[in-house]
């Protein structure tokens, strides 16, 4: 035998077990992935995209006039379109990495660089699957708003106002609340977007709304909804997704998420139920769209507690969303005289609002909820900064987008066409055949 041969063997086994040891090493340092986490996600993440096409679009769609239904979808899809686009060129690095001063995130992530199958991020799940979730709530955001500008507003227009919108108002708040950003810090509680989606949203509509102006006719001339039909499908589109919307934002197969899930349906449920009774004694009859619209207010406002309250604080707050909203739109509407055609922020802002203060109180053991929060003053006060904090930021950067938008390309069709229907003078198509 070769006496080499020996000393070779040892060499061979010493690179096998370091190459072994190495590669175990490689495997450990990888993402520790929860498959059922995973498999609840990517259902949670289809439904949040389920409630915007198609929920959301035959929700608004039913709501508008018959000459303008396909106009309300465009936007719809067009929106879905660009923020998706837009989430993996650099709006989810910003709301997610890094950043200094907790205020923005960095670039690092741009386009995805160092996103891979491998890596993870908001629990055991694939960072790709991360991306794909919360960009499902950068899409459903800005869709919200376009309910206040609707048979109105260019298709054009709305489009550039959300490039603008979402780099300058929704990806800075996703950080400060989400992100690790100064209110993450400070101690805000809202796990699926109260702050983040219906405060931005709802502000940003009511602003549109007013700069924009009213539709011809209103208020003296009633706009009803064409198609209560197509409302009522869409809303339970709307209520079926947001289980994803809540019970996903707990990032796993969880209690947490069972618990999410159940207090979202009953206070949507209170909420409907509440808003038919105020209908029946003060106008008489319970309308289908109403009872509708009010199941949407107890989802809105359950939004932010939805982490933090129990059975019986959704119910209170169920009860209280359908009051305070139903009120709200009387407010704007026939006080204000404001034209915010599918009330966008009497629902989605007021509701997120109630909602984010609420939990303050619903959240703390002594009135059912989980007890995972700080003192009831203390967390009122940390509630009410985030909440103003986003409120002027939101209306400030919607003033300063719609005036560029305005000088720019304008924001508003022309009386002929708003007369003709947004769907044949933006689209050149008809929901309809007698059109």
């Known amino acids: 035998m070769n006496p080499l ?19 175990s090493l490689a495997g450990d340092a990888e993402a520790v992935i929860n498959s059922g986490d995973t498999a609840w996600i990517l259902t949670a993440t289809a439904l949040v995209l389920f409630m915007t096409m198609p929920g959301l679009a035959l929700f608004y769609g ?24 837009l989430w993996v060129v650099a709006l989810y690095s910003l709301a997610f990495k890094g950043g200094d001063g907790g205020w923005i995130g960095n670039l690092d992530a741009a386009f995805l660089n160092g996103v891979t ?3 993870s991020a908001g629990g055991e799940i694939p960072e790709t699957l991360w991306v794909m979730f919360q960009m499902t709530f950068a899409i459903i955001t800005p869709a919200l708003y376009i309910g206040a500008v609707v048979e109105r507003m260019k298709f ?16 800075p708040v996703t950080h400060w609340v989400w992100g690790g950003g100064w209110l993450y810090e400070m101690g805000v509680q809202d796990l699926a977007g109260g702050i983040v989606v219906h405060a931005t949203a709802g502000v940003s509509a009511l602003i549109m709304a007013i700069m924009l102006g009213k539709r011809r006719g209103f208020p003296e001339h009633p706009h009803p909804p064409h198609n209560p039909g197509m409302v009522y499908i869409g809303a339970g589109m709307l209520w079926v997704g947001w289980f994803g919307f809540n019970a996903g934002s707990q990032v796993g197969a969880s209690q947490a998420a069972g618990m999410s899930m159940l207090v979202t349906h009953l206070s949507a449920a209170t909420a409907g139920l509440v808003w038919a009774l105020l209908e029946r004694t003060l106008n008489g009859k319970a309308s289908l ?6 199941l949407i207010a107890g989802l809105a406002t359950i939004t932010p507690a939805s982490g933090n309250v129990g059975p019986m604080g959704a119910i209170a707050i169920g009860t209280i969303a359908a009051v305070v909203c139903y009120f709200a739109i009387n407010l704007i509407r026939s006080k204000l005289k404001i034209d ?10 007021v509701g997120g609002i109630l909602g984010t203060i609420l939990l303050a109180f619903f959240g703390q053991k002594c009135l059912g909820g989980l007890g995972n929060l700080k003192p009831m003053g203390e967390q009122l006060g940390i509630q009410l900064t985030g909440l103003g904090v986003t409120i002027v930021w939101s209306a400030v950067a919607t003033v300063i987008i719609m005036i560029v938008v305005k000088k720019t390309i304008g924001i508003r069709v022309s009386e002929e066409e708003e007369d003709r229907g947004l769907d044949l003078t933006d689209h050149g198509e008809s929901g309809y055949s007698e059109l």
């Open 117 to 119: 199958t491998k890596t």
């Open 5 to 23: 041969t020996p000393f070779r063997r040892l060499l061979t086994a010493t690179f096998l077990f370091l190459g072994t040891t190495a590669t």
């Open 340 to 349: 915010d055609s599918l009330d966008v922020f009497a629902v989605h802002g």
């Open 156 to 171: 054009s227009a709305i489009m550039l106002f959300t490039a603008f919108w979402l780099v300058l108002v929704y990806t």
């Open 289 to 294: 769209v109403g009872l509708v619209t009010g």
């Open 62 to 85: 039913g709501l508008v006039r018959s000459k303008n239904v396909l106009s309300v979808m465009a936007q719809c899809a067009g929106i879905a379109c660009l923020a998706s686009v």
